[in-house]
């Protein structure tokens, strides 16, 4: 096991019960497995916009298995939030299934500026954030409750 492996791990474990913690009050399964796949792409962007502010050391292993983090969450979208779920608690706007085809195509958009993340350097990370945090305001924008 490398070091890197043994710390996310760590990670991991430290970040389970946090994250639990925070949606403990969704009702509905299937919304809360939607937010935490939310969670985690939020947390993957946190690891890469940390790095590229300086707020943390640079690390090309850590931001390569964030950016790839980043591109497996992509196609996990679609899967999570094709049945209209509800909760009291979901941000989700029901324009999400009325205009279907539009919201799997941001999701394939979030891939794909998460794809195209080199992750070699700061400045590498530097000049592929923006690309990325686009894609989530694109879909946020129409298909998430402001708050
Ligand atoms: C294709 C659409 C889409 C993309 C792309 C997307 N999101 Fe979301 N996101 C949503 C929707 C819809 C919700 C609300 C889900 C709910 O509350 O049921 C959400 C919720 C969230 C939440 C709140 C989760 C919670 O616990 O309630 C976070 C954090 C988040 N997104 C971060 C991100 C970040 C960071 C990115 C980009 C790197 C991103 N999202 C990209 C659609 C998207």
Known sequence: MTFLSKSSLIAALIALPMMAAAHEDVQNKA???RMM???DIKAAMGTIGG???GA?????DQAAAAKAALVAAAPQIAIRFEAPETDPK???RPEIWQNWPDFVQKADDFGAAAAGLQTA???DLKAGLGAIGKT???CHKPYRVDK
């Open 31 to 33: 919304v809360k497995a």
């Open 51 to 53: 790095m590229a502010k």
């Open 121 to 123: 350097s700061v400045d």
């Open 136 to 138: 989530c305001g694109g």
């Open 37 to 39: 796949l939310m969670t």
């Open 90 to 92: 979901s941000e989700a």
């Open 56 to 60: 943390v050391a640079f690390n090309a």
